[in-house]
């Protein structure tokens, strides 16, 4: 029903403004009865960062900034939601306009700059569901004008860890100047000391919060290299792979290829998988990946998993294919693993990294 009704709708909505048709978007599956989607295939259960995912197909950071819908995406068939970017302070990002459709390229261009409604604000808002389920991680971001941003993510994780099912330590976008510096291996490593101690401490005791790293698809080799290093030394749970770039492919069409920000959707995919699978190489199987940046389509989802994504994560897909496209990439990855003769799609995680990291396999 939804499927069709986005068909529908979709002429309409794309003739409105890109940023207001998100926010309609957001509204609606906050004020509208969440749906009860059908249970999961057994075999897209997926283990990672010591939770267990009904499905490996999430919403990814951006949609939901300030967790306003996140029993409405999950209603969607979400295997998990994350929300956010968070930052401490409130702050309203970068001037309009900001978001641009691609059509032509299925993409999507957005120079936001982490507006967000705050720190306290989503931590009221996830307190106020607590028991409905679903697994929910946050995104955490530091404020534009932040004297100390590494003690912005520290100040995060105190504060929401105990609310969230996992966090996102994001150094990676490309909308707040200076914030992709983080990401030197130097700076992370204090970045990421900070942000375990306080998330030790939010834990009391008890068990800590997975913490994750989502990084920029636009490092070299180099730079990747130390960031696993860090990651795998200071004991994170996960990473992310990728976050937007700030590259431009010469294949692109659209007359908005030219606005600054970060580019998403399908010119994103084939980058950023492989250095999904640079990276799943480097981490040696010390924690599990998600696979994040073009991923429209089951057989996408698939090469995720393949490069070394134990869960993927979409967003800029549906603004063109809308929410049916969650159930079509839950029923291809089902297909996948049963013509696989496995019982679960997890024995695929990483099959063709070292050939997908060489560019071949996609």
């Known amino acids: 029903m939804l499927a069709s009704l986005f068909h529908l709708a979709r002429p309409l909505i794309h003739r409105m403004d890109a940023e207001k048709a998100h926010r309609m978007t957001v509204m609606a599956l906050a004020s509208a009865p969440a749906l009860k989607p059908a249970a999961d295939d057994p075999v897209l259960t997926s283990e990672a960062f010591g939770l267990s995912f009904p499905n490996p197909v999430g919403l990814a950071a951006g949609f939901d900034k300030h967790a306003e819908a996140i029993d409405g995406a999950l209603g969607l068939g979400f295997g998990f939601v994350e929300v956010g970017g968070v930052t401490p302070l409130p702050q309203p990002g970068n001037p309009q306009p900001r978001v641009f459709r691609l059509a032509e390229d299925a993409a999507v261009i957005n120079r936001y700059g982490l507006n967000s409604e705050g720190m306290e604000a989503v931590a009221r808002r996830l307190a106020a569901r607590r028991g409905r389920g679903g697994l929910v991680g946050v995104n955490l971001g530091a404020n534009k004008d932040s004297a100390d941003r590494e003690q912005d993510y520290a100040v995060l994780a105190r504060r929401l860890a105990p609310l969230a099912d996992f966090l996102t330590v994001n150094v990676s976008s490309p909308n707040t100047p200076g914030l992709r510096n983080l990401q030197a291996e130097s700076a992370l490593d204090d970045l990421l000391a900070r942000t375990l101690a306080a998330r030790d401490e939010a834990a009391a005791g008890g068990a800590p919060t997975p913490v994750l790293l989502k990084i920029a698809p636009d490092l070299t080799l180099p730079e990747l290299d130390g960031?696993?290093?860090?990651?795998?030394?200071?004991?994170?749970?996960?990473?992310?792979?990728?976050?937007?770039?700030?590259?431009?492919?010469?294949?692109?069409?659209?007359?908005?290829?030219?606005?600054?920000?970060?580019?998403?959707?399908?010119?994103?995919?084939?980058?950023?998988?492989?250095?999904?699978?640079?990276?799943?190489?480097?981490?040696?199987?010390?924690?599990?990946?998600?696979?994040?940046?073009?991923?429209?389509?089951?057989?996408?989802?698939?090469?995720?998993?393949?490069?070394?994504?134990?869960?993927?994560?979409?967003y800029s897909a549906l603004v063109y294919k809308g929410p049916g496209l969650v159930r079509e990439i839950k029923a291809g990855l089902a297909s996948q693993a049963r013509r696989a003769g496995l019982p679960r799609l997890t024995a695929l995680i990483g099959r063709d990294a070292a050939a997908i990291a060489r560019g071949e396999g996609l």
Do not use: C, H, W, Y
């Open 227 to 314: 960031m696993v290093a860090v990651a795998r030394r200071r004991g994170l749970d996960g990473m992310i792979v990728s976050n937007t770039t700030v590259a431009r492919p010469a294949t692109l069409r659209s007359a908005a290829r030219t606005e600054t920000g970060g580019l998403s959707g399908k010119p994103l995919f084939a980058a950023s998988t492989q250095v999904l699978a640079e990276t799943f190489l480097r981490v040696e199987g010390q924690f599990p990946l998600i696979g994040v940046g073009g991923v429209d389509s089951a057989e996408a989802a698939f090469a995720k998993i393949r490069a070394g994504a134990t869960l993927v994560q979409l």
